[in-house]
């Protein structure tokens, strides 16, 4: 039988993310309700991707398209991003989330450690987890993303 360990930590985990975002990104979001993901494929242009070990353990992506990315940085930076400077964005901006949310999910009572980010450009296929959970975050005026946690399979004695 598998089961999904510290259901209380990835609910924190989530909110946590959530807020992050709130704090990291200069405009307004609106989240959408969770969905549950089975088998995860990257559909955006560009994703990043983020392990996360601790009390919670999983990957961390965030996914969306070149030119809401691009938007987003330029809002950020007052620059329009492109190519590799866009790329290079991205994996930053996930790094910022993902530190960020550290912060919170510790006062929140659970300790983890995130990996270097990796950025995937193109359409991906992930294997090695049990499940995930993606959330779609409009940013106003910018676009879409998708933020997908996907947990770690764990055996239950």
Do not use: W
């Amino acid at each position: 039988m598998i089961e999904v360990q510290n259901p209380n930590g990835i609910q924190d985990l989530l909110n946590s993310t959530i807020a992050s975002m709130s704090q990291v990104f200069p405009i307004p979001i609106d989240t959408k309700p969770p969905s549950l993901v089975q088998n995860a494929v990257i559909q955006g242009e560009i994703g990043v991707l983020i392990g996360i070990v601790g009390d919670v353990e999983g990957r961390l992506v965030i996914e969306g398209d070149m030119q809401t990315f691009g938007k987003l940085g330029q809002s950020m930076f007052g620059m329009p991003l492109e190519g590799e400077m866009l790329h290079s964005f991205v994996g930053e901006m996930a790094n910022m989330i993902a530190g960020n949310t550290s912060a919170i999910v510790y006062q929140k009572g659970h300790k983890i450690d995130i990996t270097p980010p990796t950025v995937m450009v193109g359409q991906m296929q992930l294997y090695g987890f049990e499940k995930g959970i993606s959330i779609a975050v409009s940013l106003q005026e910018v676009g879409t993303i998708h933020m997908i946690l996907l947990l770690q399979k764990t055996e239950a004695a």
